[in-house]
Each structure stands twice: as structure tokens, then as C-alpha cells.
């Protein structure tokens, strides 16, 4: 299972996804497998700079998971998001869906 953490300062943030592994029935220490980070130009906007999957964890729609745990926020907190990183920005401007939240 894929978990979202969120930690902000005034100027950036950041939000990882860890995974909580399992080995033979037994729960292991979880594992870091991406991050996202966006600095914040203004109080109201998030630019989404980065996002990263790490190696072995591609493919698997954690990305997106961190993409749509900032909309979240953004829409929780009345920010905007400006997607400079590519994967943000195509996820964000493909549909209207979250055209509430860009800009």
C-alpha cells in the first residue's frame, strides 16, 4: 500500500510516497519510492517542479497518486497549481477535471 506524506515550509514542499512492504506475511520497514516537489511563488501557488519515481517503482501509477495528493491540497487550501514539471503538466491540462486548480 502506497502512502502520501506532505511536508511544506513558506517557501517549498514536498510530498513522498512510501511503500509499506510486506516479506512472507510479515510487514518490513517502509520504503520510500518517489517524490514530488513545488515551490511556492506566492502564498496562494504551488509549483510543482519535480516529480520522481524511483527506480524499480515506475509504472505502477505512484506518480499520479503524488499529482492528484496535491490537488487535494490545492483545493483544500484554495492554492493554485502552476505544473512546470512535465508529468504535472500533462496530467493537469489533459482534462478539465482539475482546471479548477491551475493557474
Known sequence: ???????????NGIFEAWL?????GACTEPVQVGEMTYARPT??????DHTRVFEGFE???IARQMVLAAVDFAR???RR?????SYAQVLLTRTDEYKDVLG
Open 20 to 24: 509499506q512492504a510486506t516479506e512472507e
Open 59 to 61: 509504472g505502477k501509477g
Open 76 to 78: 483544500a487550501n484554495n
Open 43 to 48: 502564498p496562494e501557488r504551488m509549483m510543482i
Open 81 to 85: 497549481i502552476i505544473p512546470v514539471c
Open 1 to 11: 500500500m502506497i502512502t502520501i506524506l506532505h511536508q511544506e515550509t513558506e517557501k
